[in-house]
C-alpha cells in the first residue's frame, strides 16, 4: 500500500509533522488544507481600529475582512477561525467573496 506524506499547506514543516485541517469555501466546493499546530496557532493581535483587520500569518492590516480568505481550523482539541491574505494562505485567495487585498491594505508588518 503506498502512502502519500503531506507536510502544512501554511509553512514548511515537513511531512510526517502533526497536522489538522484548515477549511475554506472555493467558487463551489470547501476546500481543505493540511495544517500544523504551530500555524493553527497563530494569530496577530487586534489592531487598534475596530474596522481593521490582520492577517493571521504576517500581520499585514486591511480595513475589510473580506480582503483576507477565512480559514476554520480543526486540529485535536484546537478549533478556530484564522484569516490569512493572499501572500500566506495555500493558493493565494480561495474564496470567491474575497476581495482584492491592494484595495484595502492599511499597513505592512513591521520587518
Known amino acids: 500500500m503506498q502512502q502519500t506524506l503531506v507536510g502544512c499547506a501554511f509553512c514548511d514543516a515537513p511531512p510526517g509533522t502533526e497536522t489538522g485541517e484548515a477549511h475554506t469555501w472555493g467558487q463551489d466546493e470547501r476546500v481543505t488544507h493540511p495544517i500544523c499546530v504551530d500555524c493553527a ?39 478556530g477561525p484564522l484569516q490569512l491574505c493572499a501572500r500566506c494562505s495555500p493558493g493565494g485567495l480561495a474564496t470567491y ?3 482584492d487585498l491592494k484595495e484595502h491594505l492599511v499597513a505592512r508588518p513591521a520587518e
Open 97 to 99: 467573496w474575497t476581495r
Open 41 to 79: 496557532i497563530q494569530t496577530e493581535p487586534d489592531p487598534d481600529e475596530h474596522d481593521h483587520v490582520a492577517c493571521d500569518g504576517c500581520g499585514l492590516v486591511v480595513d475589510t475582512l473580506a480582503a483576507l480568505t477565512r480559514f476554520r481550523v480543526e486540529l485535536g482539541h484546537l478549533e
